[in-house]
DNA sequence: CCGTATCCTGATAGATACTG
DNA sequence: CAGTATCTATCAGGATACGG
């Protein structure tokens, strides 16, 4: 193991272990949502957009391409197709997040977050709050022991592969 | 304004203000650093890299395509191109983040966070932790009076742009 | 070192038309 | 409503070669 730390300032030293393509998670999470159709395919699915119809409208993206996202977001476990039922019509499927698909939402909020800020001329077309008392939602970077970090506090550790 | 509370839970209402997907900040996020190039090449700046041919190897990208995504995040505004030059040198140019560029770091963190636990069989490669007090890192959804927001707990505000 | 230029492949995505 | 099929244009990105 080796830390480096306030990497922000000083740099990162040991990479050799780790600049592996292949073993970077943020490299293998754009691999899954890395597509502007495949992004707001999940924030629809936050928003409880569950048709298929719906999700293609909404997002503003064509039939062809929605059932090729939906289907690969389904593959990789972010949502589920789940039949269901209304009585008296015939059997029709609902797309409904995962646990993986719900665990997508702080990193939406955080390109959100940024996008209102940098990319927006009003400070975005959303605000979101917490539904029991009203205050504004921010996505922090925290530590265990409580502790907001400002970005240049950050430091890393590589974890080697264990070998056998 | 509407306000719908419980977003995961119920759905949101009223879509038809900001289904409009050029004013979706994630939307717009999602165009400037929606490709795995431009993502990691900003990983990179997070992690201290400066000179081209370092981006390029690092993130394990062609030449050619490290010089096209670094001008447009240049143009985008995340990265700043700077002369600097060696004692003895010619002339060299270096990346810097900007203030845009490093607010991405949350977002980045997040989806590292999130491809840590679902998509790496070891946890990831790397640690993150607070420089002072060595606690790890997370990424955290908060409300501004400190509460932490379960993802359950989300809703959704719609801003009508303002008109003339 | 720091790129540019050219060529090529595959993926992203729009448009349109059609099916159960 | 929930897709499939086809055709097309544009973009992402690898390979290779070249220039300051």
């Known amino acids: 193991m080796t830390t480096d730390?306030?990497?922000?300032?000083?740099?990162?030293?040991?990479?050799?272990?780790?600049?592996?393509?292949?073993?970077?998670?943020?490299?293998r999470a754009m691999q899954v949502v890395g597509t502007r159709s495949a992004?707001?395919?999940?924030?629809?699915?936050?928003?409880?957009?569950?048709?298929?119809?719906?999700?293609a409208s909404r997002v503003g993206i064509t039939e062809a391409v929605a059932a090729k996202r939906l289907r690969e977001l389904v593959e990789a476990g972010l949502l589920e197709r789940r039949p269901y039922q209304e009585p008296g019509q015939r059997t029709r499927h609902e797309?409904?997040?995962?646990?993986?698909?719900?665990?997508l939402v702080p990193a939406a909020l955080a390109l959100m977050q940024w996008g209102d800020r940098y990319l927006s001329d009003d400070g975005g077309p959303l605000?979101?709050?917490?539904?029991?008392?009203?205050?504004?939602?921010?996505?922090?970077?925290?530590?265990?022991?409580?502790?907001?970090?400002?970005?240049?506090?950050?430091?890393v550790e590589v974890n080697r592969p264990t070998r056998h």
Chains 1, 2 share one sequence.
């Open 127 to 155: 605000t979101l709050r917490h539904a029991d008392c009203g205050g504004r939602i921010a996505v922090h970077v925290t530590c265990d022991r409580g502790h907001d970090v400002p970005l240049d506090q950050l430091a």
């Open 95 to 103: 797309y409904l997040l995962t646990d993986m698909g719900r665990d």
């Open 39 to 55: 992004m707001l395919l999940m924030r629809e699915a936050f928003y409880g957009t569950r048709r298929f119809d719906d999700f």
């Open 5 to 27: 730390t306030a990497v922000l300032e000083g740099g990162l030293a040991d990479r050799s272990a780790w600049s592996a393509r292949d073993r970077c998670s943020i490299s």
